[in-house]
């Protein structure tokens, strides 16, 4: 996946949470940013990255998301590993 394609998904994830009333807040309280931090942050890579980890957290949200979205289910996973910033960290 291309970064380009991976930032249009993070864009289009951020939109869907934007409009799922239940969901928004709860990315509020465990991200610490209100909704003008969002709106102010949308094209920053920072906010993608927690973004796709918070949507990563739960299968729940990523099948309703890329439902939503028209995508497969591993997209939201592919687009945060070609984020800048994205690739995973191996700790071992």
Do not use: Y
């Amino acid at each position: 996946m291309t970064p380009n394609r991976a930032e249009e998904i993070a864009l289009l994830a951020l939109g869907w949470l934007v409009s799922n009333d239940e969901l928004l807040p709860v990315f509020l309280g465990a991200s610490g940013a209100s909704l003008h931090d969002v709106k102010q942050g949308a094209s920053d890579p920072a906010l993608h990255l927690a973004l796709m980890d918070f949507l990563l957290m739960d299968d729940q949200w990523v099948m309703a998301c890329c439902q939503a979205l028209n995508l497969p289910n591993d997209a939201l996973a592919h687009a945060r590993q070609s984020l800048p910033g994205g690739a995973q960290v191996h700790w071992t």
